[in-house]
């Protein structure tokens, strides 16, 4: 593709799907390209394995020949209203959206398979970053005959506009829940997770009822846009943190310029379960000074006492900066299982007495100051 018109005039048709391929070329969008990279635009995922990298590469290329671009974002009266969308729709009377595209995003030596899953609302349940979706599984309850099941949350793992820039999907990063009789260790299909068996197993065009939007404790505060946040994710819990990440640094939103720091601690088994990292990868490399970016891989690395790598492992080890950053007003969030918080806590307690500190006070005061967001599940 030759750039024969000046960049912030032109418009490139994307596909929506991560991998560009057929299935997932729903919908088209047209992009302007106004600021800075593309390269984080289109570096989803390569672990997707249908990945058309000439296609990307074409229109990577010529872009970041001419400028480093961010996406031109619409409708921006979604940066309007004050308040927090909230509960749009409820359990009773869902929305009914579409599934867009279903995306396996992890390599084939992960333990387990996590998906990308994009839908349409189109445009009727709007949501800010950090916020979940509820999404109701097709069928019956099977502990209230007749009923329908219960709401699963879903953090969600797109801004506001969406993959697609329009304000039209939401995208959901969802692990497929699988059982294996702790006995034999053989996996039992009859007791796998509902909801996210559901969704992963959907195709493009199927439809899904949702609720929401629903949450606030993992709002992203914008009122200082050269605030710090240390997000710290296990796993899906990476969700909400994609969404900041592309708001802050792929997306030009007028009102919200940032020019902080943003630090992801993302804990998973091994490389090939790393989510979204090229996205973040992307970042690293174009904004060094506002996006740092660590992993913990606890099936490939040793932490220090030679036992596993895990997410609170790297936070000891970049305990004393955390610690400064937090007295400074840093904002820090964890999200992903629940797990993970009572390692963190002990951590953080440990770091906080060698520091001569009461980490009971610390915390009361990180949470009184609207510092501390936890949504583990
Ligand atoms: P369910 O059908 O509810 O089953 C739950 C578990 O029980 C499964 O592991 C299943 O295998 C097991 N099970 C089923 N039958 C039996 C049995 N007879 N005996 C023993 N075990 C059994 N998840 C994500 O993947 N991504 C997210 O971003 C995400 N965000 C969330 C945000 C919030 C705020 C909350 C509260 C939760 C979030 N979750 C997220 C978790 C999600 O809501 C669901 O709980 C998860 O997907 C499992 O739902 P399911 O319907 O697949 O499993």
Redesign the pocket.
């Given at each position: 593709m030759a750039l024969s018109t000046p960049l912030s005039q032109m418009s490139v048709a994307l596909p929506t799907g991560l991998d560009g391929s057929s299935r997932s070329m729903i919908k088209v969008q047209s992009v302007s390209f106004t600021e800075k990279s593309c390269g984080s635009l289109l570096r989803l995922d390569s672990k997707s394995r249908s990945f058309n990298v000439k296609q990307r590469s074409t229109i990577c290329m010529s872009l970041q020949q001419a400028s480093r671009s961010k996406v031109s974002v619409t409708p921006l009266e979604l940066e309007a209203p004050k308040e927090t969308p909230l509960n749009l729709y409820r359990p009773k009377e869902p929305y009914t959206a579409t599934i867009v595209s279903v995306e396996r995003i992890v390599g084939p030596q992960a333990p387990g398979e996590?998906c990308h899953i994009v839908i349409d609302h189109d445009g009727n349940v709007p949501y800010w970053e950090g916020q979940?979706y509820g999404v109701i599984?097709p069928g019956e309850n099977p502990k209230k005959p007749g009923a329908p099941?219960?709401v699963?949350?879903?953090?969600i793992?797109s801004t506001r506009y969406g993959d697609s820039f329009d304000g039209k999907t939401a995208s959901?990063?969802?692990?497929?829940?699988?059982?294996y009789d702790p006995e034999t260790g053989e996996e039992d299909p009859?007791?796998?997770?509902?909801?996210?068996?559901?969704?992963c197993n959907a195709k493009p065009g199927d439809k899904v009822q949702i609720t929401g939007p629903?949450?606030k404790v993992m709002l992203l505060p914008e009122d200082d846009p050269k605030a710090t946040h240390i997000m710290i994710a296990t796993?899906?819990?990476v969700?909400p943190y994609r969404g900041y990440l592309r708001r802050m640094f792929m997306e030009n939103v007028p009102s919200f310029k940032f020019d902080g720091l943003s630090w992801l601690f993302l804990g998973v088994a091994n490389s090939d379960s790393l989510l979204y990292d090229e996205e973040f990868a992307g970042y690293l490399k174009d904004y060094p000074e506002n996006f740092r970016y660590d992993k913990a891989l606890s099936r490939e690395e040793k932490n220090k006492k030679g036992g596993k790598m895990y997410v609170q492992d790297k936070i000891e080890e970049y305990s004393d900066e955390i610690f400064k950053l937090l007295d400074n007003g840093a904002h820090i969030y964890f999200?992903g299982l629940k797990g993970m918080m009572p390692g963190i806590q002990d951590t953080l307690k440990r770091v906080a007495e060698e520091r001569g500190e009461s980490w009971e006070q610390k915390l009361t005061q990180l949470r009184k100051n609207k510092q501390w967001h936890v949504?583990v599940?």
């Open positions: 996590t979940s599984p099941h219960n699963r949350l879903y953090s793992a959901l990063c969802v692990r497929r829940a699988l059982y009859s007791k796998a997770g509902v909801c996210s068996n559901f969704l629903s949450g796993g899906t819990g969700a999200c949504e599940y």
